[in-house]
């Protein structure tokens, strides 16, 4: 009379093999994942707040050659920052998937615009933090790091660089 | 650390308060850089959530005032005393190399 009792066991070993065979791959998506929502989202509010303390007087930043106001430049300094950043595994994925139907992939965008404005928010803070008044100039540039095809490491990323000249009246 | 070289060097198209008497022609300085040779396991594991990577953020900033310094270093034998609109350029080599590119014009000024 132990058959019934021993059937249901099995199916229920069947059952937790079987969940647990899908659980297992996916754990590394699902930190990652959980990781993403939490990380991310904290910097982007920090960088925000970096930049709103610095909107009040105005941007320094410009793509002239020469000062608006016409002022005469008396020192002058090239600064260039840069900043690389990646997506998330979880993002790569997605971005992965989106791009087999084409059209815009937001998740890449978001990636490649944060790091577009941390760069020129260095260039902000490191122009404060030497006296500057004004960046003049300025260029940015955006390079992939592509990973390399059979190494162990496949990271990816985006590099952004923004160079200027910041000048003292 | 590399010795200086005391050439003053802009983006722009003058030297502020001086005035350009000869030009030298185009300068560069270039160096190709592989990440992986400066692999850092926090990269990898910082991939899985993204943002920033640092090691990689300071590996190019070093490499690109390398490409800086030898570009200064071609203007200087070239008997120029500045370089003008000074450009940074990076394009990915194969293997995943990357090449960091200065260029920009020399020039004689007083």
């Known amino acids: ?75 002058y300094q090239v600064l260039m920052t840069n900043v690389v950043m990646s997506p998330s595994w979880i993002q790569s994925l997605v971005g992965g998937i989106l791009s087999l139907f084409g059209g815009e992939i937001n998740v890449f965008t978001k990636v490649v615009d944060w790091s577009r404005r941390e760069a020129q928010q260095r260039l902000r803070e490191e122009a404060a933090a030497n006296g500057y008044d004004e960046v003049i100039n300025i260029r940015l540039e955006t390079t992939t790091l592509r990973k390399i095809q059979g190494a162990k490491d496949k990271t990816t990323g985006v590099e952004v660089l923004a160079y200027g000249t910041a000048i003292k009246y | 650390m590399q010795p200086q070289v005391n050439i003053p060097f802009s983006n722009t198209e003058t030297i502020p308060g001086m005035t350009i008497t000869q030009m030298m022609g185009v300068v560069t300085g270039s160096t190709v850089r592989a990440k992986n040779v400066f692999k850092d ?70």
């Open chain 1, 1 to 75: 009379m132990a058959r019934p009792s021993s059937s249901n066991e099995v199916i229920r070993l069947v059952v937790l093999y079987v969940v647990l065979s899908l659980l297992v791959p996916l754990l590394p998506w699902l930190v990652s994942g959980i990781g993403t929502a939490m990380y991310q989202p904290k910097k982007k509010q920090e960088l925000l707040q970096r930049e709103q303390a610095f909107a009040k007087k105005g941007d320094v930043l410009s793509t002239l050659s020469k000062p608006l106001s016409g002022k005469e430049v008396k020192e």
């Open chain 2, 41 to 110: 396991i926090g990269a990898g594991l910082k991939n899985m959530v993204g943002g920033e990577l640092k090691a990689y953020t300071e590996l190019l900033q070093e490499s690109r005032n390398e490409a800086l310094y030898r570009m200064l270093v071609d203007a200087q034998a070239r008997g120029a005393n500045a370089v003008v609109n000074v450009r940074f350029a990076t394009s990915s080599v194969a293997g995943g190399a990357a090449e960091l590119l200065a260029y920009g014009t020399a020039v004689v000024v007083q």
